[in-house]
């Protein structure tokens, strides 16, 4: 019974460690998006950004709505979009490349942090989810262009509430997501100790054995990836942060598992969203799982330095 009640004071201990972790990083950096937000910062970006929407085959306007997505997140992204989208027609192939580019490249000052305090800089971050989201997006305008596919026009299937535009309405939201990431990194550390008691870990190290290898990442950052492809980067990255730290992954490992996970993070439920708008599930599901793996797994082979020679996980990001 004592070692019982031990365990679970162990557990309850790593629960809020994580937690601590993640809140040093998501607050402040919560604040500071807001606050360039309503200084304009986000006007600014989408005009950077608008060029880059004509060579994609979308309208120059689209740029804010990826503007959005980029600062904050899916959600905000989607309500922004129906405002700037109005009455317009707009096919289903220009639905899929806007699509791509708010799954690689979104909520980027948050997970951007999480990701920085696990060991990935900020340019890499950048690269791979901005520059990924451009290039998947060519890709898929060019052979939506050539094969004359994805052409006619889709309806809305969903349109969000409006948004509250107050700090009072944006601290509340951002509270409740607080207190909700609380509660599923519980269940996820305790999952994760279940799945060890009952041996269930091995069976899923032999499931994701072959995706493993071809990201030549050790089998000890498993679950970790399992966790951050169906539920999010912050909760697979704020975990890894945790296992790095105890010795358990190496520091290669969780650069190339962060790294991908910014790319393929929140499979299920990011990639619902996009559907809702009308985009084609081959593109925005396989097409995304693909081609990060790919590039990842490429990337991943050019990495031989000795694991102590990488970036270390912060305490105090």
């Not at 490249?105 to 451009?134: C, D, Q, Y």
């Not at 089998?219 to 399992?226: D, F, H, P, Q, Y």
Request: hydrophobic residues 55%.
């Amino acid at each position: 019974m004592k070692a019982l009640w031990n365990g679970i004071v162990e557990l309850g201990k790593d629960i809020l460690r994580v937690y601590w972790t993640l809140l040093k990083i998501m607050v402040p950096t919560l604040i500071v998006v807001k606050l360039l937000d309503s200084v304009g910062g986000t006007e600014w970006l989408a005009i950077l950004l608008s060029p880059f929407m004509e060579v994609l085959g979308l309208p120059q306007e689209w740029g804010l709505v990826w503007a959005v997505a980029i600062l904050t997140n899916i959600y905000t992204a989607m309500a922004v979009f129906y405002e700037v989208a109005g009455q317009a027609d707009f096919t289903g192939a220009q639905i899929t490349v806007l699509g791509l580019l708010i799954l690689f490249a979104h909520s980027l000052p948050m997970e951007g942090a999480v990701a920085k305090a696990a060991g990935v800089p900020w340019w890499m971050t950048i690269v791979f989810r901005v520059g990924g989201g451009l290039v998947i997006g060519w890709l898929a305008h060019t052979v939506y262009q050539a094969g004359d596919w994805q052409q006619s026009n889709v309806n809305l299937l969903w349109q969000p509430e409006p948004l509250g535009e107050g700090w009072g309405d944006w601290a509340m939201d951002q509270l409740k997501m607080l207190v909700s990431i609380f509660f599923i990194i519980s269940v996820l550390m305790m999952l994760l100790k279940l799945l060890r008691v009952l041996g269930i870990e091995r069976l899923l190290h032999l499931m994701l054995a072959p995706l493993m290898k071809g990201l030549t990442i050790g089998k000890e950052a498993t679950n970790i990836t399992i966790i951050g492809i169906t539920l999010g980067l912050s909760f697979g990255a704020g975990l890894l942060i945790d296992e790095v730290k105890q010795g358990k992954v190496s520091k290669r490992d969780t650069l190339i598992v962060v790294c991908f996970l910014g790319l393929c993070h929140s499979i299920i439920e990011d990639t619902l969203l996009i559907l809702l708008l009308g985009a084609d599930i081959y593109a925005v599901l396989w097409g995304r799982l693909i081609f990060s793996i790919v590039l990842i797994a490429i990337w991943a082979r050019l990495l031989s330095k000795p694991d102590d020679t990488y970036p270390s996980p912060v305490t105090h990001p």
